[in-house]
């Protein structure tokens, strides 16, 4: 491109603008800049002109031949026959050539000969001495009318590119050599450029190339200054480039600043949340978008930690000094990659449900070693984001203990291990738990040690124990359900009456489904649990609108089970007209697990 520049036309905007161009600079070595290093010594400027198109798409071009046929063509006697040929040696590169006038023009049969030496090999090839040696040899043809003219080469990409130019190097050669096939056609003349392979026995074409080889002999002196070829200037400049074998100066640092700064920002969004976020329920981010996301920004801040790692520690190497800085980096390193080698899927599946527990203790150690490791340096934007990082974590954490954290007892235990293994308790907290439909909780299991298990947690999703629970969205006492896909089913079998647990939550996004006229639900065995609050939730809200509408001052309606609400009561006024519910059962004995007490079941179905 930098060379392609410079040999761009004067009217080109572009050519006048590689003198503004800061070419040359210390601070980052650009791939413009390699290039300009390389070529600073050739004079540009003198390179040839390459103009988009070299001939009108109007005007005639001149017929060729490239096939067998062509050294037939060579072998008549009547035409006039031309060969040129080029020579490139002794760092010269010349042309030669012979024109053998037939006995039919005056003064024939004889043979004119020519050589002219071209320029030095830094600045010309064969390939543009053999296509000024075409011009040069028509030109010689100024007496000649009425016609045949034969001229052949052994150079195939000559006469490929006077058949069809492009926008290429050696155009200022085409140019010349067109002009001197319009002075051969307006003499009445007929001209044809063949080519002839080196291999066979051509008398013309060994006349032409030992003129062309006395163009270049040692003594030979430069009898013409052309432009310079762009791509014979181009290849040889960067032969003579050396490739560095280390990158350049700073460039390792910035790479590593760099990569260290990239992870220190992706901790940011890491450490917002585990395996939920409330920011993510805020946004709208679904759990599985989530997970990804937490997933892949774990894995690509690691990877940018371990960048980091490895180009200070090979400093470190050299330098032989292992400090501190050095230490705290590879626990923080160390910790993070084996975290990073858990989360594939096969280890994460030999260790289940550990799997979070061991992740914990990891990334605590992680953090740990990563805040030691800051400490040390003395970078304060990294200060600033890592503890920030740290910052948002407790935060987040300890709005989960004060906000989310309630401790439930076990009041009721139903298990029927022997057909459905299936467990349902009941708990009841001390403080309201607002839900929603479609939520779900952790319950963390008790502990041996501590009173719960805080390593240890499952998602657990809510069946309310009263319908007025469904409207307000809170409650005290409700259900939950475990199937045998349940990883904790066997320990929630082992659960007594009285036990603590502690519920963290609730996380979702509440789909608002009462905005809707029509309600699809559908379900699966253990899906059941999934939907079948959102259909109490919706039928729920129907039947305490119709007990506000149709009942002010009454008792307890004992169909409905509300309490009569006040006159003045406000009503949801729901969107939704009909709901249907289809669960497959997957045996006959699943119905019992939505069966919690007739009461529910009866509002269920009048409110459905």
Partial sequence: ???????????????????????????????????????????????????????????????????????????????????????????????????????????????????????????QNPYSAELAAVGHALMLLRNVRYHRIILATSNKAAVLSL???????????????????????DAENTLSIVWIPTTAENELLKIAK????????????????????????????????????????????????????????????????????????????????????????????????????????????????FGPIAVSGCIALGNFLIILLLSLPWPRRMLGAAFHGVHRILYLAGMAGLVWHILLTQSLLHKVLVFVACGLWLLSHVYRVVARWRSAVVTEIWSDSEVTQVTRLRLRTLRPVAAFPGSYFYLYLPGSDLNYNLLRSCAVMMLWSDVEQTVTGTTTDFYILAGQQSRYLRRLMTIKTGDRMLLDGPYGQDLHLYRYE??????????????????????????????????????????????????????????????DLLWRLEHNDQDKWVAINSRLSRSWTQGG
């Fill in 163 to 185: 058949k069809n130019p492009r926008q290429q190097s050696g155009q200022q050669y085409i140019y010349k050599a067109y002009a001197a096939m319009k002075a051969v056609r």
């Fill in 210 to 321: 030992g003129k062309a080889k006395e163009a270049t002999r040692q003594n030979a002196t430069l009898q013409a200054r052309e432009a310079g070829m762009r791509s014979t200037t181009l290849r040889l400049a960067w032969g003579k480039r050396t490739w560095p074998k280390t990158l350049p100066d700073k460039v390792e640092a910035t790479i590593a600043s760099s990569a260290a700064l990239a992870a220190s920002i992706n901790l940011i969004p890491l450490l917002l949340g585990g395996r939920t976020s409330r920011v993510a329920d805020v946004i709208g981010v679904s759990r599985p978008t989530y997970y990804v996301a937490h997933y892949w920004i774990g894995r690509t801040a690691i990877i940018e930690g371990l960048v980091h790692a490895a180009i200070r520690l090979d400093e470190a190497r050299q330098s032989q000094r």
């Fill in 518 to 579: 029509t309600v699809i639900l559908t379900a699966k065995g253990m899906g059941i649990v999934s939907v079948l609050p959102m259909a109490l939730h919706l039928a729920a809200r129907k039947a305490y609108d119709d007990s506000v509408r149709s009942q002010s001052k009454l008792d307890e309606d004992s169909t409905v089970g509300f309490t009569p609400p006040p006159a003045a009561a406000t009503v949801f006024r729901d969107a939704t007209r009909r709901i």
């Fill in 1 to 123: 491109m930098w060379t392609g520049i410079h040999t761009l036309p004067e009217t080109n905007p572009l050519r006048n603008a590689t003198a503004r161009i800061r070419k040359f600079r210390r601070s980052y070595r650009s791939p413009l800049y390699q290039v300009a290093d390389v070529l600073k010594v050739v004079p540009l400027e003198s390179l040839e002109t390459i103009s988009p198109f070299v001939l009108e798409p109007w005007q005639g071009r001149v017929d060729t031949n490239v096939d067998e046929t062509a050294a037939a063509q060579m072998e008549t006697d009547c035409a006039v026959r031309i060969a040129v040929s080029s020579s490139g040696r002794n760092n010269k590169v010349g042309m030669g050539g012979v024109v053998r006038i037939p006995l039919s023009i005056p003064g024939g049969p004889r043979d004119e000969t020519f050589n002219v030496t071209l320029g030095p090999r830094t600045e």
